[in-house]
């Protein structure tokens, strides 16, 4: 999730206020930035601290993100021309990622804590490339999805080589686990689902299988659409809070990472963790389930919540749940 980022102030103070890009094409600041949550928090593991647009940012297709609002294009996706402006990706373009990788390895080491690497998937990355900027609506690309059904394929397979290269390169430089974000799926239909996108996701993950690291996939609002989903090939599906863990993990039959609501972190603490216990609840014994907020921590967050809410899942986690 976009965690350690907006909610700590030792993270907004070495941020300074540009281009989050600016913060992760620097190795030691993006490295450092990345350790902050598991320094205040004691996390289990790290995320990488990087966004699903910079290996596009990186290939020079022109993106920026907008603090306050996100991933911009300046020049949006619109014709078969455009997959010109999408070439492979090299490990020279992503050199300060692999450098950020490779610094948090070293340091995390001491803790034994392992790095999450990720990528965005490609139906998310597509609807930002094609639709500009942020969105609720999904209006631009669901009408290439269903109007131009062979240009949104191409495009999509443009995004699958590159999404694997990205992925396996963090892996080669020592990232233990993936996580796939899908976090804009839950906009469309099953059908939709299952006929324009599952595809795609199944060759990324198929991509990086060899590579024998776990693999987390996760999409915001796609209660409806974990049945497909588990057949996209992680080992893990993370789920937010529109669906009940039970009923989640029944419908993903695989080990599940979730779901508290991020909003109820706002509550103070006493609040906060009696809102993370409904969870560990919910989880009951399973073995193979993995805390997590249902999407990222809020920026108005009280760190002291967050701290709250760790220490009881580890604590809980001693009596059967991990
Ligand atoms: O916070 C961390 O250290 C983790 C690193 C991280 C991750 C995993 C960032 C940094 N971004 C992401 C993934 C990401 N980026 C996703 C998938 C996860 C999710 O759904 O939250 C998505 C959809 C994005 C795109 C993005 N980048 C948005 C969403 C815009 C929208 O459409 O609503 C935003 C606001 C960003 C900027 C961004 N990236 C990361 C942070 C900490 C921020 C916040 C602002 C900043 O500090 O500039």
Redesign the pocket.
């Known amino acids: ?6 909610s700590l102030p030792e ?1 907004r103070a070495l ?1 300074g206020t540009g ?2 890009l600016d ?2 094409a620097n190795p030691e600041i993006a490295c450092e ?2 350790m902050q ?1 598991v320094r205040r928090y004691g996390v289990d593991a790290a ?7 910079v290996p596009y940012h990186a290939i020079g297709f022109g993106v920026d ?1 907008v ?5 911009v294009i300046a020049q949006p996706f619109t014709h078969a021309g455009d997959l010109d402006r999408l070439r492979d990706l090299t490990d020279a373009d992503i050199a300060h990622v692999t450098a950020t990788v490779d610094l948090v390895v070293e340091q995390l080491a001491e803790t034994n804590t392992p790095l999450i690497g ?1 990528a ?1 998937a490609p139906f ?1 990355v597509a609807s ?1 490339l094609v639709e500009g ?3 609720r609506e999904f209006a631009v690309i669901k009408a290439m999805m269903h109007a131009q059904p062979a240009l949104f394929a191409q495009l999509l397979d443009r995004l699958v080589d590159i999404t694997i290269s990205f992925l396996r390169a963090q892996v080669q430089h020592g990232a233990q686990a993936l ?1 796939l ?1 899908d ?2 799926a839950g906009c469309l239909t099953r059908a939709e689902y299952e006929r324009f996108v599952l595809p795609a996701t199944q060759r990324v993950l198929a991509g990086v299988a060899d590579l024998d690291v776990p693999t987390i996939l ?1 999409g ?1 609002g796609t209660g409806e659409l974990l049945t497909l989903m588990r057949n996209a090939g992680s080992s893990v599906l993370g789920i937010d809070w529109h669906v009940d863990l039970d009923e989640g993990r029944r419908r993903a039959q695989k080990p599940i990472q979730g779901n508290l609501d991020p909003a109820r972190c706002l509550a103070g603490v006493e609040l906060g963790v009696a809102a993370a216990r409904e969870v560990l609840q919910a989880a009951g014994g399973d073995a193979g389930y993995i805390f997590n907020l249902g ?3 809020l ?1 108005s967050t009280d760190p002291d919540v967050m701290k709250a809410i760790v220490d009881v899942v580890h604590d809980e986690g001693k009596a059967g749940v991990k």
């Open positions: 999730m976009r965690q350690a980022g907006r993270y941020r281009s989050i913060a992760i930035v990345t949550p995320i990488l601290f990087s966004d699903i647009v993100v603090p306050g609002r996100g991933p990720f965005g998310t930002y900027a942020p969105t996580q974000f976090s804009w996760f915001v999407h990222g921590v920026p």
